[in-house]
């Protein structure tokens, strides 16, 4: 009798349980968006994360931030020899420690050490200006009658008019430069420690990564982007300083872009960029992921001159769509899903009451008859569990339906990294800004997903029942409290 | 046997108290008919409400079969309701998304009865006023007439002891009101239930053999003796076997020709 009245009645009032149901199914379906939609930008955020760091690392080691010291910095300088031909092709490589400064190779061992610390890796980023090109040099002419020889001379580089400071005098013409500047990333890594540090997140496509051994062989690993760009494949070969290396590997990141374009065991990178037993980043993976908090103050009490960043730090300075579509989920989105299903219920609670209301002499007939309030609740409250799982599985579809759409959509989200106001000593891993002064932003573009899990599904099925209950529980509550003398009263 | 004594009800709406029922003692036998009258507002439906266990006195008791009414737990109440009560509304009160067979259903729920004993019951009790082939038929598509026999058998088929009939013709016309009538009498005399009905209809409280009229919360009694029955009428207008028939088997047999007799 129970599954017949209850399926003739919502029958009945088709209308008003198709209201109720949908006004439950929006407000799952948003919650459900809402709630993938973040799941999305929290995966997003671990990529842009996973980037910087390396899979498996709690937090990384840099240099604290020191002021700069007069003469320790200043722009890049090239030297290039002067030679006598007319036209000279020249190329320098201008080789530095990203951010400038660096740590002593020996805290690695002592950041292994300290409490709670599983593991720690070190490695060198390096930032490397490349200028190539020629100097052209310019002729002297005597425009005067007074000397009819023309002189070759050192011109000054420069335009084709050289100066005239007098008559009689030779001028420059012609000769000038044409330069080529090219910078990329370097990172030198412990090839015994591979399963720490920057190569941990990226992923050999073509050839292979280094051998324990190769800690002075001249081999490099290539990020897929840089080998696109300078059309490198395995084996080919390029030089740094004169070094020449040749690929070994291609590497692409396990998720967004590459920050670094180059791998090459640290000793070498350490040579290159005259930076001996010198480390700019520790990568460091706690026993514990939960005591990360307390492993970073350990760290930073016992070893001073050193920042420790932990990626809740590194999270913290993500900004770009990224951050803002962050915001905006968490924020308005989450109060924006409470707020339609509050709505929702209300309406539900008040729907389903009002139709209590309509059925006064209904269910006063049912109590006359002898029926117990309890069978009388009992049918209210499932109608309305029903109508709250109809909206559940309405809302379930609209919910999946709309965050399959964004994954298929994949906005695409920037986001940047690093402090753009030099201050705040921010660690970041190779390419992740550096310490100290360097003001440099990465930029990563990362498509968002909607994944949706058993546990958000679990959630609107759980919300679709309570949804149902709280209706029932507030009709049942007015028709149990009916009395049958209702049933005769509404006639007379 | 119904024994009622000192039974008042009082009503308070905001700063008015309305005394509906004013220290009423009434004694029912078993297997009575007992038709109450009275103006509207009255209290002759608050007088049944009492009776049938759906409302408390204020004051005084309500025994049925030596249990007070007025005191007895809410689920006891229930229960008493259930095995023991019908009642017949003036409205007919069926759950319109419901068939014939399934409202009628309705009355078994509380007792328990398993579905398909319970399908088998309704069927019968539909049988036995004339309504055998309208087993699906959802209110809306019986007319007056046959959806107050449905509001009969649902009454009926938990076989109670007590039948209550509040106003059962009141939205009948004159000739369904006589078959209708006529059916409820035939009831009461085959199955010899305590019958105790409310009417308006001087018509049909004149053919009662005890008549309680109520005024200004009230009670007048009058014994009228076996007067001239609906279901004799029945049977004189249309003449043929059912005169004869009347008292010597189940009038809805006669009347209906349908099943075994309920």
């Given at each position: 009798m129970f599954g017949i009245y209850l399926k003739r009645e919502l029958g009945r009032r088709k209308k008003a349980a198709l209201v109720i149901a949908l006004g439950l199914a929006l407000g799952i379906a948003l919650v459900i968006t809402v709630s993938s939609v973040s799941a999305g930008m929290s995966k997003a955020q671990d990529k842009v994360l996973q980037s910087l760091y390396g899979l498996g690392t709690d937090m990384t080691v840099t240099k604290a931030q020191s002021a700069p010291t007069s003469g320790s910095s200043g722009g890049p300088s090239f030297k290039f020899g002067a030679k006598s031909s007319s036209s000279t092709k020249q190329s320098s490589d201008r080789v530095m420690t990203q951010g400038g400064q660096a740590l002593k190779s020996s805290l690695v061992t002592k950041v292994a050490s300290q409490k709670g610390v599983e593991n720690a890796v070190g490695a060198l980023s390096l930032n490397v200006t490349k200028v190539d090109g020629s100097f052209t040099q310019g002729k002297a002419k005597t425009t005067t009658g007074s000397s009819s020889n023309s002189s070759s001379g050192q011109g000054q580089p420069g335009g084709g008019s050289g100066s005239s400071s007098g008559g009689g005098q030779p001028q420059v013409q012609g000769g000038g430069a044409n330069f080529n500047v090219n910078s990329y990333s370097v990172v030198g890594v412990d090839v015994a420690h591979q399963g720490l540090g920057p190569l941990a997140s990226m992923k050999i496509t073509s050839g292979r990564t280094f051998t324990s051994s190769q800690t002075g062989t001249k081999v490099a690993v290539v990020s897929k982007s840089y080998a696109k760009e300078k059309k490198y494949k395995v084996g080919s070969t390029f030089k740094i300083s004169g070094t020449k290396f040749t690929i070994i590997g291609i590497a692409t990141p396990d998720s967004s872009e590459s920050t670094t374009d180059l791998f090459i065991p640290l000793k070498l990178a350490q040579t290159l960029g005259?930076?001996?037993?010198?480390?700019?980043?520790?990568?460091?993976?706690a026993t514990d992921s939960k005591q990360i908090s307390t492993v970073?103050?350990?760290?930073?009490?016992?070893?001073?001159?050193?920042?420790?960043?932990?990626s809740a730090d590194l999270a913290s300075t993500v900004s770009g769509s990224l951050s803002t579509a962050s915001s905006l989920a968490t924020s308005v989105g989450k109060w924006l899903s409470i707020a339609v299903l509050a709505a929702a219920f209300l309406v539900a609670a008040l729907l389903t009451s009002s139709a209590v209301s309509r059925r006064v002499r209904e269910f006063g007939t049912l109590k006359a008859l002898g029926w117990p309030s309890r069978k009388v609740t009992r049918q209210v409250v499932g109608e309305s569990m029903v109508n709250g799982l109809i909206g559940g599985a309405l809302g379930i579809a609209l919910g999946v339906g709309a965050a399959y759409a964004v994954t298929a959509i994949s906005p695409k989200l920037t986001a940047q990294m690093g402090s753009t106001g030099g201050g705040g000593g921010m660690g970041g891993g190779p390419g992740g800004g550096g310490p100290g002064q360097q003001s440099t932003q990465n930029t990563l573009e990362i498509a968002l997903t909607a994944p949706v899990s058993l546990t958000t599904i679990a959630l609107a099925v759980g919300l679709a029942v309570a949804g149902g209950l709280i209706a029932g529980a507030m009709g049942g509550w007015r028709a149990s409290r009916m009395r049958p003398a209702d049933a005769l009263r509404s006639v007379s | 046997m119904y024994r009622l004594t000192g039974v008042t009800k009082r009503y308070t709406r905001?700063?008015?108290?309305?005394?509906?029922?004013?220290?009423?003692?009434?004694?029912?036998?078993?297997?009575d008919q007992l038709v109450i009258q009275g103006p509207t507002g009255g209290g002759k439906s608050t007088l049944l409400q009492m009776i049938g266990g759906l409302d408390r006195p204020t004051d005084g008791s309500v025994e049925l079969d030596g249990e007070d009414l007025a005191r007895i737990s809410e689920t006891k109440l229930t229960r008493l309701r259930a095995e023991k009560i019908g009642i017949i509304f003036q409205s007919f009160n069926l759950i319109p998304t419901l068939t014939a067979q399934e409202n009628v259903e309705t009355a078994l729920v509380p007792l328990g009865v398993k579905p398909a004993e319970r399908r088998e019951r309704a069927a019968e009790a539909l049988r036995s006023v004339?309504?055998?082939?309208?087993?699906?038929?959802?209110?809306?598509?019986?007319?007056?007439g046959q959806q107050q026999r449905v509001a009969i058998a649902r009454a009926l088929v938990k076989k109670p002891k007590v039948l209550l009939a509040d106003e059962p013709t009141g939205n009948l016309d004159e000739g369904t009101r006589d078959d209708i009538m006529a059916l409820l009498e035939g009831l009461w005399h085959e199955y010899g239930l305590t019958f105790i009905?409310?009417?308006?209809?001087?018509?049909?409280?004149?053919?009662?053999?005890?008549?309680?009229?109520?005024?200004?919360?009230?009670?007048?009694?009058?014994?009228?003796?076996d007067g001239q029955r609906f279901a004799q009428q029945a049977a004189g207008q249309d003449g043929g076997p059912q005169q004869a028939a009347y008292g010597q088997q189940p009038y809805v047999q006669q009347q209906y020709g349908g099943g075994q007799g309920y």
């Open positions: 005259d930076a001996k037993n010198e480390v700019t980043t520790i990568y460091v993976k970073k103050k350990e760290i930073q009490s016992n070893i001073s001159g050193t920042t420790v960043t932990t | 905001g700063k008015e108290t309305v005394e509906a029922l004013r220290g009423i003692d009434l004694t029912i036998e078993d297997g004339g309504l055998g082939e309208r087993l699906g038929h959802a209110p809306a598509e019986l007319s007056g009905m409310v009417t308006h209809d001087s018509s049909i409280a004149r053919r009662a053999p005890r008549l309680a009229t109520i005024k200004a919360g009230q009670i007048t009694l009058t014994e009228q003796g």
